[in-house]
Structures are given as C-alpha cells and as structure tokens.
T-cell receptor, first 108, second 113 residues
Framework: DAKTTQPTSMDCAEGRAANLPCNHSTISGNEYVYWYRQIHSQGPQYIIHGLKNNETNEMASLIITEDRKSSTLILPHATLRDTAVYYCIAFGNEKLTFGTGTRLTIIP | KAGVTQTPRYLIKTRGQQVTLSCSPISGHRSVSWYQQTPGQGLQFLFEYFSETQRNKGNFPGRFSGRQFSNSRSEMNVSTLELGDSALYLC????????????FGPGTRLLVL
C-alpha cells in the first residue's frame, strides 16, 4: 500500500467546515483512498472512500486531486462529536494499514 | 442490525498466562479481522479469517493465533503473555475477504501484569 502523510493535529471551530488533508504521492492507479476515524476508546469507524472522482455521503465529502497525489476530507459542519483521530489509507494490498492519523479537535 | 460485539471488554492477566478473546461479526458478514492497538505502535493488523480459514496475516509472533467458526464468529488466542501484549484488541467484520470497508467492534482492553 502507498504511504500516506497527514498532519499530526488540527483544530476546528464548532459549526465550521473541517478540512483534513492527506498526501499520497506514491499511490498507484488501483489503490483507493479510504478514510476512517476513531473516537476516543472506540473502534475505528468507516467514513468514505474514493478512487478518482470526488465523493460525498451523509458524513463527509472527499476531494481527490486530479493527479491523485493528495486528497482532502471535508466535514461540512463540525460538531463536538467529530473530535477524533482521522486516518487516511491508500488501500490496495488486501489489508488496511493505519498510519498515525490526524487528531482533530473541535473547539466550542 | 446489531454491530460487531467483542467479549470480554476488559481483561487483566499476568505474564505467562494465555488469553482468548471473542468476536461476533455483523449478521451476514463472513470475514473477521483482528487488530492490536498500542500507544507506541498504533493500529496493527494481526490476521483475517474468512470461511473458517486464515486468509491474511500480519507480522506478529506465533503466540498470536485465531480461528473462525462456521457461524463466522471468531476467537483470538495469545499464549505466554508478555507485558508488551497489553493493548486494545479490535475485531472488524466485512461481507467478504480482503475488503477495505470494515466495521469495527468496541475492542477488548487487555492489561498484562
């Protein structure tokens, strides 16, 4: 699986959009970009995934650059319950490889 | 639909003992994966079972083993426990094997003294 790079931590004001970047410059053509999050002391939760096109679901939007070397997860209206560690994963080798993720803190 | 359940939720053992953890996947899911999470190493893949067979394995010693039953429930066993085995053990289920969309349970927190 391609290596991903994410900022260690980020803050976002409650009610604002949280934009979490991920760099995956070595991603190969058949690797999907997956996002999971882990709220303190719980198991990781699937958020969204994409290959080339931008994707949106009830939780978030995923913007992937045209060259696929980076992506951004967008939580449109962050709430305190969105405080968590967010993992960006380039999946292509049969198992999920979690990095260190971004610790997102939503500020009231 | 009920989520992934893991038992027990908390466990305290001493060095040298063995432990068995249990995982019940979401109904209809046939694949179960196990992960270890520690502050130092993060989330690491242990193994994946599908149709009662281990399909994928991470880089863990042979003290870590697992099995899956015909109803897709899975157990994980760690023998000769070491202090470094203290961790949160997470189970995840998916419909089929090698799937990237996995649904995680709450985990079993193991403390080895």
């Amino acid at each position: 699986d391609a290596k991903t790079t994410q900022p260690t931590s980020m803050d976002c004001a409650e009610g604002r959009a949280a934009n979490l970047p991920c760099n995956h410059s070595t991603i190969s053509g058949n690797e999907y970009v997956y996002w999971y999050r882990q709220i303190h002391s719980q198991g990781p939760q699937y958020i969204i995934h994409g290959l080339k096109n931008n994707e949106t679901n009830e939780m978030a939007s995923l913007i992937i650059t045209e060259d696929r070397k980076s992506s951004t997860l967008i939580l449109p209206h962050a709430t305190l319950r969105d405080t968590a560690v967010y993992y960006c994963i380039a999946f292509g080798n049969e198992k999920l490889t979690f990095g260190t993720g971004t610790r997102l803190t939503i500020i009231p | 639909k009920a989520g992934v359940t893991q038992t027990p939720r908390y466990l305290i053992k001493t060095r040298g003992q063995q432990v068995t953890l249990s995982c019940s996947p979401i109904s209809g899911h046939r694949s179960v994966s196990w992960y270890q999470q520690t502050p130092g190493q993060g989330l690491q893949f242990l193994f994946e079972y599908f149709s009662e067979t281990q399909r994928n394995k991470g880089n863990f010693p042979g003290r870590f083993s697992g099995r899956q039953f015909s109803n897709s429930r899975s157990e994980m066993n760690v023998s000769t426990l070491e202090l470094g085995d203290s961790a949160l053990y997470l189970c995840a289920s998916s419909l089929f094997v090698y799937q990237e969309t996995q649904y995680f349970g709450p985990g079993t927190r193991l403390l080895v003294l």
